[in-house]
């Protein structure tokens, strides 16, 4: 059995768990079982989300100490979920607060830990995964050695969430019993951090639009931001744009910034170094504008438009305001 640990705030499942999901659902191969568990103090809407949908039995783990994300409880609390379940696997998205607590769980555990898997081959305890290593340069093919209880983390982007393959019946919500010592939570709560009242969770967008070297100043991003407005897209923009000061950090999409999966990406001026397109290449649909017609943006983007930015832009702007 798999066992999908789900993430949510404030009854809000992040996308990344869907697609988690999915990657566990082909890591269980036809018939395998499957169990995803949603923690927290009130998670009734989650897991009522998740029941609709069929995957596999949802089990609530809720507590007033998992009301704010602490790793001690969330690792107190899996660990009773785990043990009780026994699963094969422990499946996670490779969030930012997964990555804070999954390399303790495993350790608790005593299990092998894989994270940000891009893909796999096989299923079960004898799956092969697959993981970008230096900045995706290269693809490393991982099997841990020896049975027993594997934790996996999965890229965001790597899998999509509209892949999901639904029961036909809802699943059974039960409610697991956990006792998480509040003496031993070393961490004191606090609310979710956000850096602004203008910072924006991109991985969530549905619409995005990047901005490269290829706009030249800041002066110019108006132009980028018009198009974003037109389509009710997100504004972001490659690494050098960010260590300009031109956007904010929290906007930069790539290696070192946020990993995206939209359904649609419009790279202006963007010539696709790898470490950007680690970021983004799991977009639904990319479209890319750029005057080189050899930049390695190309090679990802499913529609290449060759030409000068600040003439194509404009009349895309047109045209969306005339529909």
């Known amino acids: 059995m798999i066992l999908v640990v789900t993430e949510q705030r404030d009854g809000t499942l992040n996308r990344a768990s869907w697609e988690a999901i999915v990657a566990a659902q082909g890591l269980a191969g036809h018939g395998g079982a499957l169990a995803a568990v949603v923690l927290g103090a009130s998670v009734d809407e989650a897991a009522q989300e998740l029941a609709a949908a069929g995957i596999g039995e949802v089990i609530v783990v809720s507590d ?37 607590f999954a390399p303790a769980l495993a350790t ?24 970008p290593m230096f900045q995706g340069k290269l693809a490393a093919e991982v099997r841990p050695v020896g049975e027993g209880l594997r934790v996996v983390t999965f890229q965001i982007g790597a899998y999509r969430a509209d892949q999901l393959q639904k029961g036909t019946s809802p699943s059974a919500v039960t409610s697991a019993a956990v006792t998480i010592d509040r003496s ?58 960010c260590d300009n000061g031109w956007l904010p950090m929290a906007r930069q999409i790539g290696s070192s910034g946020q990993t995206v999966a939209p359904k649609l990406y419009v790279a202006l001026g963007i010539s696709g170094a790898i470490q950007h397109l680690v970021g983004m290449k799991g977009s639904r649909t ?38």
């Open 64 to 100: 007033p100490a998992l009301a704010l994300y602490t790793p001690d409880a969330y690792i107190a609390a899996l660990s009773q979920v785990i043990a009780s379940t026994a699963p094969d696997i422990v499946a996670l998205a490779h969030t930012y607060q997964t990555r804070d």
């Open 108 to 131: 608790r555990l005593g299990a092998p830990l894989v994270t940000d898997v891009t893909g796999t081959t096989g299923v079960g305890g004898d799956a092969t995964y697959t993981r």
């Open 184 to 241: 031993a939570i070393r961490q004191e709560p606090e609310a979710p951090f956000q850096e602004s009242k203008q910072a924006v969770d991109l991985s969530q967008a549905s619409k995005i639009v990047a901005v490269g070297r290829g706009i030249k100043s800041a002066e110019h991003l108006p132009i980028a931001q018009a198009l974003a407005d037109a389509m009710g897209a997100e504004l972001a923009a490659s690494r050098p744009i």
């Open 286 to 323: 990319i479209v890319a504008i750029n005057k080189d017609a050899d930049a390695p943006i190309f090679e990802v983007a499913d529609f290449g438009v060759v030409g000068d930015l600040f003439e194509i832009v404009p009349a895309i702007i047109s045209e969306l305001e005339k529909a």
